[in-house]
């Protein structure tokens, strides 16, 4: 179950991104109950690429992946998962299998599977009822549980309870789910949230090394980790993006001073 | 194959001993000990026994959607009715003209209704195979079609259970209606043989009851095995987090309706047990209250266990026997009492109690095989 190129895609063909972008959202319009959480909302991610999302509490960053993993759909606008893979008419499911991996704002691991349970769950491969009776890991797939756990320092929580594990803990064994799924593109909901500034440079160092072979969308908080990761920040203020570009330039942006970054 | 299958499940090893050993020595007690002995079973305990079994493999159904899958299903009893009705069909063709009425073809509440002929959907219930086929089959169809329908429109938690709780409301109204042909509020009742075997006889009646504990055992390890495989693992992950499940590209909704079609299966086999060997299956069987009892069993027993269910099926279902002989009227209000109880003192179940025990003596948890 090698990954490259060639790999095949659930119903809607390949994915395409030979015209360098891997995602795109254009006119983006969701409200709930009357306030507009998405607002117009244009956003181009390329292939390989490594975005930092920012903006202030509320701006819709979440509620942004909830429209590209397909939990909330859209009021109007488009969302496209390189040229040809129309998001809006797929199921969660269907958007994980086609490559687009989640990791939440809260962290949600599964509970009461230990730790190399969560990652065998979450690995690429068929997700048929039938087939997953008689699945069994092979010598490839606990080898790549094994090397997901040295590169998420979880090695010695093999059997661990995954409910047991710290929150930073649980933080970076969602990464670890992520990485087993092999996706293409990886949207990471506020990764270092509870972690220690070591933990933290840690995760700065593993998302860069993704970048390259996968595209990761980053939404963060902290200013600090932000800064050592990207190179692209967009701020979402209000559901739409407000400015975009180096961190530099963001940051001396008037706008972006005002209602955000200044505070 | 049975090792492998009870690697990590000491509650499930001990169960299924005990329940060879009643299976062995219960027969011998009845059958080939003098009645006049102190250790002779009367035949009436044997089947009442019998009974207890079916409760426990309809509860070993529910755990499995509850205690795993996380739906609190508030209508396996129709599921288990079903599968009575089926059998009682093919019990009713097997009286032939032997009813008040000695019409060969057709029951007796059809000639009290003037019906002429036998309706399509009693053909083929005079084969046993059919009958036992349409035991599996007609509780599984319905199981499906009605998960399939709430499991895509994500109908979850209370709201589940009120549509479940709802069906099998709706079925009782059906089955009570005479033109239903199903014999209306007297149901299908005065059974004679079984198979050619008089279903009052002491060999019947022991056959049955190891029948029943059989299918215990077959269900128990069935259920086993499927919470052992990966299908089991995603079972629970889509309790404890079935959006999480989701993004990680499983369609939750397939998983929910085929194990809540095994698990109706399961209650269908336990109806076609039960209904011989208590004689009658009539539209009571499909109450709400009776669903509500199944799931007090499983709380009772402990979740999410399997042996914690037939534990708590048995255990419940004895003191229902005792309680309803001392003060009838007392019941309900008992199981009220004892579900408020376990709840609040006991949320593991009597399985729970044991579960510290089980740490100290050193058991590590299932891993990933
Ligand atoms: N399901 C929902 N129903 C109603 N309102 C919602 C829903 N989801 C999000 N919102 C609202 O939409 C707005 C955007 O929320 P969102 O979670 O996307 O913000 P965010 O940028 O992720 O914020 P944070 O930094 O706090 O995580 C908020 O005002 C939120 O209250
Ligand atoms: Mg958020």
């Known amino acids: 179950m090698s990954e490259g190129e060639g790999a095949h895609f659930y119903r809607e063909g390949a994915l395409d991104t030979s015209h360098k972008a891997i995602l795109y959202l254009e006119g983006l319009n969701v409200s709930f109950d009357g306030f507009k959480a998405i607002n117009d909302l244009n956003l181009y991610i390329d292939a390989g690429e490594l975005r930092c999302i920012i903006g202030p509490n509320g701006a819709g960053k979440t509620t942004m992946m909830d429209i590209i993993t397909g939990k909330t759909k859209p009021d109007s606008g488009k969302a496209f998962f390189g040229q040809t893979i129309d998001l809006l008419k797929l199921s969660e499911p269907e958007i994980a299998n086609a490559g687009i991996g989640r990791k939440f704002q809260k962290p949600t691991v599964f509970e009461s599977h230990s730790v190399a349970e969560n990652l065998e769950l979450a690995m690429k491969g068929d997700k048929r009822v039938w087939f997953s009776l008689r699945a069994k890991l092979d010598h490839e797939q606990k080898a790549l549980i094994e090397e997901t756990l040295e590169t998420i320092g979880l090695t010695a929580q093999y059997h661990q309870q995954a409910g047991a594990l710290s929150h930073g803990q649980k933080q970076w064994l969602e990464i670890g789910m992520l990485l087993v799924q092999k996706p293409y593109l990886l949207l990471v909901d506020e990764p270092v949230a509870g972690m220690t500034h070591q933990e933290m440079e840690r995760t700065a160092e593993l998302l860069k090394s993704l970048a390259g072979k996968h595209s990761v969308v980053v939404v963060e908080h902290d200013m600090e980790f932000v800064r050592s990761i990207a190179n692209k920040v967009t701020v979402l203020h209000q559901g739409s993006v407000l400015a975009e570009g180096s961190m530099d330039e963001v940051q001396q942006n008037p706008r972006v001073v005002e209602v955000y970054l200044g505070v | 194959m049975f090792s492998q299958i009870l690697k990590n499940d000491r509650g499930g090893q001990i169960m299924l001993v005990v329940l060879a050993a009643v299976l062995i020595v219960v027969p011998i007690l009845n059958l080939a000990v003098a009645e006049t002995s102190a250790l002779h079973i009367p035949t009436y305990l044997v089947t009442l026994m019998g009974k207890y079994l079916t409760y426990a493999l309809l509860a070993v159904a529910v755990d499995l959607v509850w205690g795993y899958l996380g739906i609190l299903s508030l209508g396996h009893g129709a599921f288990f009715a079903l599968g009575g009705y089926a059998m009682g069909m093919y019990l009713m063709r097997q009286i ?274």
């Open chain 2, 96 to 369: 032939g003209d032997r009813g008040v009425y000695g019409n060969p073809e057709l029951p007796d509440f059809m000639v009290f209704l003037n019906w002429k002929e036998l309706p399509w959907f009693w053909q083929g219930f005079d084969q046993f195979w059919f009958a036992l086929l349409m035991v599996l089959f007609v509780p599984g169809l319905l199981a499906f079609v009605f998960g399939w329908l709430a499991f895509r429109s994500r109908v979850t938690g209370v709201y589940l259970s009120i549509i479940t709780q709802a069906m099998t409301y709706a079925l009782m109204w059906a089955f009570l209606r005479n033109e239903m042909g199903f014999g209306g509020n007297n149901g299908l009742t005065d059974f004679k043989d079984i198979l050619g075997f008089s279903l009052q006889a002491d060999q019947t009646r022991v056959a049955l009851f190891i029948c029943s504990g059989l299918a215990l055992a077959l269900g128990y390890l069935l259920c086993r095995y499927v919470m052992n495989s990966k299908l089991g693992r995603i079972t629970v992950a889509i309790r404890d987090a079935e959006s999480r499940t989701r993004f990680v590209g499983y369609k939750v909704e397939n998983y929910k309706v085929w194990i809540f079609t095994l698990s109706a299966i399961l209650a269908g086999v336990a109806g076609a047990l039960y209904v011989p060997q208590v004689g009658i299956i009539n539209p009571s069987e499909f109450s709400p209250l009776n669903s509500i009892e199944i799931v007090i069993w499983v709380a009772v027993g402990g979740r999410a266990t399997l042996y914690g269910a037939v534990l708590g099926a048995i255990l419940v279902n004895y003191a229902k026997t005792v309680f309803t002989g001392l003060m009838p009227e007392s019941w309900l209000f008992m199981l009220g009492a004892l579900f408020v109880l376990v709840t609040l003192y006991l949320p593991q179940g009597l399985a729970g109690l044991w579960q510290p025990l089980k740490t100290k003596l050193g058991h590590k948890p299932e891993v990933a095989a």
